[in-house]
């Protein structure tokens, strides 16, 4: 065991230095693994006191998995709606030394927190394990690293490769007290990092400028996507992610269609609270190209729905707790820009249609 935990340290100290200058926090509060799963079922296993987790929103498959593996039970705490969160409610249901996980922002909805509503979360579970998963942080920008010095029982789960969109690798790195990095590199069982992976995670850590090209591609991609399918009658959500939300008349129709061309999509249609949603990831230029010619050639009654879905979306900035809809987001936006001229068109490109 000994050995194996000195081959673990040595082999990601490199990795946990250069995390540690980038997100300026000591090394000590850095644990790279090579799989997010992996290491979500060791942290289960290893730090619960009950058999329950609660999910605030939907549980995602990874996380039932882990869970199963641990032996865990899971508990949904689900909002009116996918898009939103109730900060009271979600509070009310948590008892002192429970597990809470959150994905921030969701991984299915991009519904998201504040890190105000974190806060409040995170004190109100002081004898629990909290577990913050951040996979989309370089998208949405607000992190709940802030409050690690104000607890011991806060574990941050970040991607290296999701920024990237190297959906091939599960590679990341967990953010908790140096006291229980300690525990994780002296407790858990895990796949050592290879050379080859390291190199990959390495490269993630170093090329700043490739990345932000990146957020910015999918940035006005997303856009874009959301202009032309908007003006044919697709219903659309963007996100703090690199997915949409599509959401149509009929999944399965809409999927078929889709899959025959070779264009993937996710059907939502089983979750809570996201009947008739799609979810597409946002790719290259072509193949989004490609996506939006099958919606202009698709027959309209598979995606073109009579009511349209007005709930309001939770996007928050740091210590803002007011719910917009995105079209509140596209007006805020306009007023800014009153000084120079405004598209008219740019208008639509949040409205959801009937």
Known sequence: MIEHTKTII???????????????????SVFPFADSDEFLAELLKHNHNNSKLISIGTSTPELLIACDKAGIEVAETLGKTAFTNSIEEILNSISSGDIVYIQNPHKLSGAN???????????KNKEGLNIIDEYYFDFFGISSIPLLTLCDNLVIIRSFAAPFGIYSSDAGFALASSKMIRHFKENFQLRKITNILRKTILATLTNNDILQERLKEIHE???????????????????????????????????????????????LDGYPKMQKYIRFRIESKFSNDRFINAFEKMPQEFYKLKTADLQKTTLRKSAEKNQLSL????????????????????????KIMD
């Open 10 to 28: 040595e082999s990601t100290d490199d990795i946990s230095q250069l995390v540690g200058q980038n997100l300026m926090i000591h090394k000590s």
């Open 113 to 123: 927190f504040s890190l105000s509503d974190l806060k409040s979360i995170v004190e």
């Open 221 to 267: 991609e997303s856009l874009r996507i959301t202009k032309a399918l908007t003006a044919l009658g697709v219903q659309c959500r963007i996100t703090a992610t690199d997915f949409l939300l599509l959401r149509v008349a009929s999944v399965k129709d809409v999927g078929n269609y889709l899959r025959s061309l070779k264009i993937e999509v996710d059907n």
């Open 327 to 350: 079209d509140d987001i596209l007006n805020e936006k306009i007023a800014e820009r009153s000084t120079s001229k405004v598209n008219i068109e740019e208008k639509h490109l949040f």
